[in-house]
């Protein structure tokens, strides 16, 4: 009993640490019927949705048909190298971080073991530590991009157009110090004759073979493309405050139970209970005067850097959800669990993904991924830090509206 537990808690810890924190303000604030509103449903339901029609999407091909028409057309390591670290940049506004590593590491992994040995080695660790960065970086634009993100817009009840105004120049900045890093690291690659270089084109059995599978499926897989992008746009509507959450919420429900019900056995429901956990936790919290004074003294004005530090030791969504309960600058709060998921390894959960990945495939590499992604980041985060403090200073005369 106690070992199963223990390997829960290493697989979820986030999560377990979230139920404790819960259980033990339970001591404080006695269950009663003002639990109730501690809960956001909104943001629990959305989150829902999407996992659920992501899932989806993903189930029938959708990312991977993309991404292989795209990197057929690449010729070169560079240009591949490009597209892998840019589809982890763009598909993350869409399909959130999470997903878009776990849809777009393994492709390039297969990828970059069709080079040649000396460029496998060298672009390996490179290109997946790029992704895994750039997912993060890409997620900020937008309100679904990931869960935070979704979370503090709807507590802030702003529009989608102001949140993507707040993130639009470090998500600019960004772009362009993946450019940059992409440009850098390709010059410093091994030099290979044109012949030994890359350019990826899927064969021609697998391509057939693709073909015979998606004629055998096709009016299914029609029918659940138009009816996975019906119901995105549906909860797009929701995300803009067009919809009440529980219609799509309704038909994500239905449509799955009736058409395609093993999509609910992947959705992520750790991440909602921890959601609902850390809702009961910082409710708590609220109730108990003393503690949220406290804490509401510390953190006036200094709201972006102390989101910054929560998300390196409690990961940028919980620390959200923390922070949110006693500070009502949203704008900053956006900014610093953005920010601050680009710190340690755990600052973002979409992080460990990658990591999982490596050190399940190539576990030698498990050091190497680890110092290059500190070394990157760091560097990262130094030019968002000077760059946090020029922005907020300009929004003085140029506010967001929210």
């Known amino acids: 009993m106690i070992r199963k537990l223990y390997t829960f808690f290493q697989k979820e810890t986030v999560l377990s640490i979230s139920v404790i924190l819960a259980v033990f303000s339970m001591f404080w604030i006695k269950p009663d019927h003002t639990y109730i509103s501690y809960i956001d449903f909104r943001t629990l339901g959305l989150l829902f949705c999407l996992m659920t029609i992501v899932a989806g999407l993903k189930e029938i091909g959708v990312f991977d048909f993309l991404a292989e028409k795209m990197l057929s057309k690449a010729h070169g390591t560079k240009a591949i190298v490009t597209l892998l670290v840019l589809l982890c940049f763009f598909f993350s506004m869409v399909i959130t971080n999470d997903v878009a590593l776990i849809t777009f590491v393994p492709l390039a992994l297969i990828m970059l073991h069709k080079l040649p040995e000396e460029l496998t080695e060298y672009w390996l660790i490179k290109v997946v530590v790029m992704q895994t960065i750039a997912a993060n970086l890409g997620s900020m634009l937008t309100p679904i991009g990931n869960p935070q993100n979704l979370y503090l817009y709807a507590q802030a009840d702003m529009s989608a157009f102001a949140l993507i105004r707040l993130m639009l120049p470090y998500s600019v900045v960004s772009l362009i110090l993946l450019l940059f890093w992409i440009r850098f690291a390709a010059s410093k690659a091994p030099k290979m004759s044109k012949r ?51 219609i799509p919420l309704l038909l994500v429900v239905l449509y799955v139970i009736i058409r395609n019900h093993t999509l609910l056995e992947k959705v992520d429901y750790s991440l909602l209970a921890t959601f609902t956990a850390l809702f009961i936790f910082i409710g708590n919290l609220g109730r108990i005067s003393q503690f949220s004074h406290f804490l509401s003294s510390i953190m006036t004005g200094r709201e972006t850097i ?11 969504v919980p620390a959200a959800i923390l922070l949110s309960g006693f500070a009502n600058n949203y704008t900053s709060l956006i900014i610093g669990t953005n920010i601050g998921g680009l710190g340690t390894l755990i600052a973002s959960m979409a992080s460990l993904i990658s990591f999982k990945y490596i050190a399940k495939e190539n576990p030698h590499l498990r050091g190497k991924y680890f110092t290059l992604f500190t070394v990157i980041v760091a560097g990262i985060f130094t030019v968002f830090t000077f760059f946090t403090v020029d922005f907020m200073y300009c929004t003085v005369f140029f506010p967001v509206t929210l």
Not at 228 to 241: G, I, K, N, P, S
Not at 306 to 316: D, G, K, P, Y
Request: with cysteine; hydrophobic share 45%; glycine share 0%.
């Open 306 to 316: 102390t989101a910054i530090l929560a998300s390196q030791v409690m990961s940028n």
């Open 196 to 246: 030994n270089d890359i350019s990826l084109s899927f064969s021609n059995t697998s391509e057939h073979h693709r073909e015979n599978i998606l004629k055998s499926t096709a009016n299914r897989k029609t029918e659940y493309l138009i009816a996975y992008l019906l119901l995105f746009a549906a909860c797009l509507l929701t995300v803009a405050h067009i919809l009440d959450f529980r």
